[in-house]
């Protein structure tokens, strides 16, 4: 399995970005980008980043009629990323019609992830969008919708990743956002952990941006969270 580390890489400055990327090792991890920079530096700054040996989680998130998703997740395909994902409120035809875009490309294909419920949101949150059961109800129902869709795993809280592997399976793909080392305070995120308390949940992935992007020294914050984790 690639290293368990995601490095989120919200910048608004592509030198900015890069410099942090020249201080950091694809041994070690990987790096996400998602719609900011996506949208401000293209499938350009993509390749650049595949080129210098990083494997790559594109962040999009699509949600949209099955074609026009599935014509999305291909055009990601061909640019060589590792992961990419959509949102399980889509539904199984959206999913299956995603997984099915990239079925051609076997081995090299990217691994395929669902977004649960967002970890900005609380239950009060849930209910001003309509959604009246629980928190982890929701999570546990899209999970499996997931999972019936043939997708690789979910992006999710690790606050409810033992319940996902309960409902989905121990080698269903848990990519765990809103982490947070303990000397950070909360700020945007509601269910936030910490990297060990992430991995003893059972995440398979753990995504990371400020602990690491704004530290003086990123690279010895990426060895210390590793020491804490393996």
């Known amino acids: 399995m690639p290293n368990k580390l995601i490095i989120a890489l919200d910048f608004n400055n592509r030198n900015e970005a890069l410099t942090l990327i020249d201080k950091l090792d ?25 080129n210098k040996q990083f494997k790559l989680f594109l962040d999009l998130k699509f949600f949209d009629i099955p074609n026009t998703v599935a014509r999305a997740c291909k055009a990601c395909a061909d640019l060589g990323v590792w992961m990419i994902n959509v949102h399980a409120m889509g539904g199984i035809n959206m999913m299956c019609a995603a997984r099915e875009a990239i079925e051609s490309f076997g081995a090299n294909r990217p691994l395929l992830v669902a977004v649960t419920v967002l970890t900005s949101f609380d239950q009060d949150e849930l209910a ?46 848990a990519v765990t956002p809103g982490i947070r080392l303990p000397e950070n305070k909360q700020d945007d995120q509601n269910r936030i952990v910490t990297p060990h308390q992430a991995i003893s949940q059972g995440s398979d992935y753990l995504v990371i941006g400020r602990p690491v992007t704004q530290a003086l020294d990123p690279a010895a914050v990426v060895q210390k969270i590793l020491l804490d984790i393996y």
């Open 26 to 50: 694809p041994a070690f991890c990987a790096l996400k980008v998602g719609s900011e920079m996506f949208t401000l530096f293209g499938s350009t700054f993509i390749k650049q980043l595949i």
């Open 128 to 173: 001003c969008i309509g959604v009246n059961h629980s928190l982890q109800n929701q999570v546990s129902l899209l999970a499996k919708l997931t999972k019936d869709s043939g997708l690789d795993g979910v992006v999710s809280s690790a606050l409810e990743v033992k319940l996902i592997k309960e409902k989905c399976g121990a080698e269903f793909i």
